[in-house]
């Protein structure tokens, strides 16, 4: 599966580098969110090569679901597709925006993959293994490099999002006597622990499943977690909840390494 997802993101990379390199004009959709050409060709790009090589699989992607195309996946894996995932960074010039794409089963993010075509980094991970990719400048894989997450240690270094803070992350690295905090967009943040750069992700405002399958599925594989504030695994394919969108997290924790505490320090 991982060959599928690497062969997709790497040419919806492409693509997407070359709409960059062209310039583009930029769309707003109805949650005010922006959208380019770029996300457009890049989930056409995905969803070929996931119909393709598994075409009883359903897929919930982003500018799909948007477009009001959402499959039936009860009881069912399913593939979830961010096909750009950090636009307003792509459409500021900056380098962070990824390319996503996980498989669930069970609820559960047990293969992904995050490719970041500007920087020619990727991430991918299933089932216990989680591997960083160099990235050629004609689009191929140069090295493979096992990662992991790294134990927790005394002064921790906390991610945070780019656009999306709020209070109560302030209020939550203060509890925790964490001193050190970074601020990234996309979902490089779940990379980050899973490579042992960074050692928590505390988010607290709006994401969607396919904002974060990719990465926490590298995240897991590379022996990190993601928890809800009750400490429950993160789950996915949440759809018919009255309290909220389909396909919507709840506010959440993700951690690198194993000494992993959500009371004080």
């Known amino acids: 599966m991982l060959t599928t997802f690497e062969k997709a993101a790497l040419e919806a990379g492409k693509a997407i580098i ?35 090589d598994y075409p009883d699989i359903p897929v919930v992607a982003e500018e799909s679901v948007a477009a009001g195309n959402v499959p039936d ?13 950090g636009t307003r960074e792509f459409v500021d010039g900056r380098q962070e925006f990824t390319v996503n794409i996980a498989y669930i089963e ?56 780019l656009r999306h803070n709020s209070p109560e992350t302030g209020t939550f690295l203060a509890d925790h006597a964490i001193s050190k905090c970074t601020n990234i967009g996309s979902s490089l943040k779940f990379c980050l622990l899973a490579e042992g750069k960074a050692d928590v992700y505390p988010r607290f405002t709006r994401t ?13 594989a590379a022996g990190g977690s993601t928890v809800t504030l009750d400490g429950a695994l993160l789950t996915y394919g949440k759809t018919g909840t009255a309290a909220d969108f389909d396909f919507a997290n709840p506010k959440f924790i993700s951690w690198g390494g194993r000494k992993r505490v959500l009371e004080p320090a």
Not at 30 to 43: F, G
Not at 73 to 85: A, T
Not at 124 to 133: K, Y
Not at 209 to 219: K, Q, R, S
């Open 73 to 85: 996946i009860s009881g069912r894996g399913f593939f979830l597709v961010d096909p750009l995932d």
């Open 208 to 220: 969607m499943e396919w904002d974060t399958a990719a990465g926490d599925a590298v995240l897991r």
């Open 106 to 161: 069970n609820g559960a993010p047990v293969a992904g993959i995050v490719y970041a075509p500007a920087l020619g980094l990727a991430f991918s991970g299933e089932r216990g293994r989680a591997e960083r990719l160099d990235v050629t400048e004609d689009f191929t894989i140069g090295a493979r490099t096992a990662i992991a997450v790294r134990e927790q240690p005394d002064d921790r270094l906390a991610l945070a999002s």
């Open 18 to 52: 070359a709409v960059l390199r062209e310039g583009f004009p930029v769309a707003m959709k109805a949650d005010a969110s922006p959208v380019t050409v770029a996300d457009e060709e890049a989930e056409r790009i995905i969803l070929a090569h996931l119909s393709r």
